[in-house]
């Protein structure tokens, strides 16, 4: 037991020197690249050099986990994940920060028993996760309200003579984040040579929510078919709208299931602290015994389940 404490310590210590290197040394990193994004400009200007037009695509600035981490569908997956979620981070760095994570979460249980330090580790790798979660869900909703705007501006000018290509740039240009860098890069894309549709589809991949499904559907069909796409994005704006508006009143009517989840799933919680406030020698058997080990656990499991049955129930997907 001692040598897999022993073992479990070096690796994280190991974890936290490598992120402290790689977060400290992430602003040489940034001039080196921004001088080198210059230099390739102005060369570019001046008509002399060679600069590629390839996309950084290293998984890790770390050359070490580069070559560790390159062409493993892993890191193809968790390159897909942080581009929804918008992050600028690389596969490399977002797994060093998973470590270090799980490394303090162990490093700070090991403070108060083993079963502490594996509970508290494990919530150190699941952290960084939900936090991606989080952002691809704040993006996602970001980008269906922006979306029935860009699509009123993409009609408007192509009446105006705009063809759709160049329409699109037109909004990726005056469009904010996310909407506006994401059809930018559709432009881009196809403008290298791309095809239109494998381009919208890249798209819709990197934002998977349905109302981005319905409009490059349509654009798809269109080009198939023939037909007034203007129009079709005008009823296609609308019925977004329409769609809105249905989940903003839904939303008011599941508000109430939603907040029950989270006061049952709280009162266990405030009543726990409140008893070992007022009376500790009462909950010391929780803490001293295999069984109170073992029922402590059963509540704890038993609420966090309870928790998201009930804010499952008032989820209602439109």
Known sequence: MFFLVLAAVFGGTLLIVIAAYSYFARERIAARDAVRNRLLSDAAIAGAGNVSILREDRASSVEFLNRLLEGKNLTTSLSAQLDRAGMKMTVGAFLLTVALCGGIGFLVGRLLNPLAAVVFA?????APLVNVKRLQKKRTENFEVQLPEAIDML???MKAGYSLQAAM?????????PLGPEFARFYDEQ???????VALINLQGRVD?????????ALLIQRESGGNLA??????SRVMRDRKAFRGELATLTAEPKMSAIV?????VVLF???????????????QTATGHLLLAYAVVSVIVGYFVLRNMGNVEV
């Open 191 to 197: 403008r290298l040579g791309m095809d239109v549709r």
């Open 231 to 236: 129009e079709v994005m005008t009823n296609l």
């Open 169 to 177: 740039k037109f909004v990726g240009d005056e469009m904010s984040e």
């Open 273 to 287: 602290v409140l008893v070992n406030v007022m009376n500790p020698e009462y909950m010391k058997p929780l803490y």
């Open 122 to 126: 494990v919530l150190g790798l699941v």
């Open 209 to 217: 929510t349905l109302d981005l499904k319905m409009f490059v559907t």
């Open 264 to 268: 049952l799933g709280l009162l266990p």
């Open 155 to 157: 009609v408007n000018a």
